[in-house]
């Protein structure tokens, strides 16, 4: 039997930049942005990425990073480390980002040329992804009912 290693591939601005392919054809991809905490990772989180990524071809997720959510008043079970391997291990997801700050979405919109911003609908009418219509789609989705990581770390507190 031969031998087998790993390799992790990391993906970078420039490769989308190039549309993936080499071509320098910036548009030829069309790319969502959401963003989270995706803090212990359920079946309402899964659904949210599926459902973004099905609103283009190249879904970025901005992760808040263990900084920002304590500036928050947030305190994740996991690291952001842990958090952004088992998001890069989905199959939704193509790049996963930090979120450091509440101000960086516009930069990230055009640094990264998103066409759609998406969030969960309990951020519907925040003048924080509002005022990025300016700039690119904005789209809220339905949350699944019945679970929330509030949810879950109140039951395991029980």
Request: charged residues 25%; contains cysteine; negative net charge.
């Amino acid at each position: 039997m031969g031998t087998f290693s790993s390799v992790r591939i990391e993906a970078n601005s420039d490769l989308l930049e190039t549309g993936l392919s080499g071509a320098d054809d910036r548009h030829s991809l069309k790319r969502v942005l959401t963003y989270g905490t995706f803090d212990l990772l359920h079946y309402g989180h899964i659904r949210l990425l599926q459902q973004a990524s099905k609103l283009g071809d190249y879904l970025i997720v901005g992760l808040s990073t263990d900084e920002f959510n304590a500036l928050k008043g947030k305190k994740s079970f996991y690291s952001y480390d842990v958090r952004r391997e088992m998001l890069e291990a989905l199959r939704y997801v193509d790049l996963v980002i930090p979120e450091d700050n509440w101000d960086q979405k516009p930069q990230d919109i055009k640094m990264y040329h998103a066409d759609v911003v998406c969030m969960g609908g309990d951020w519907a009418g925040d003048p924080r992804f509002e005022s990025l219509r300016d700039i690119c789609d904005v789209v809220y989705l339905n949350r699944t009912p019945g679970i929330s990581t509030t949810e879950v770390k109140g039951k395991l507190a029980q």
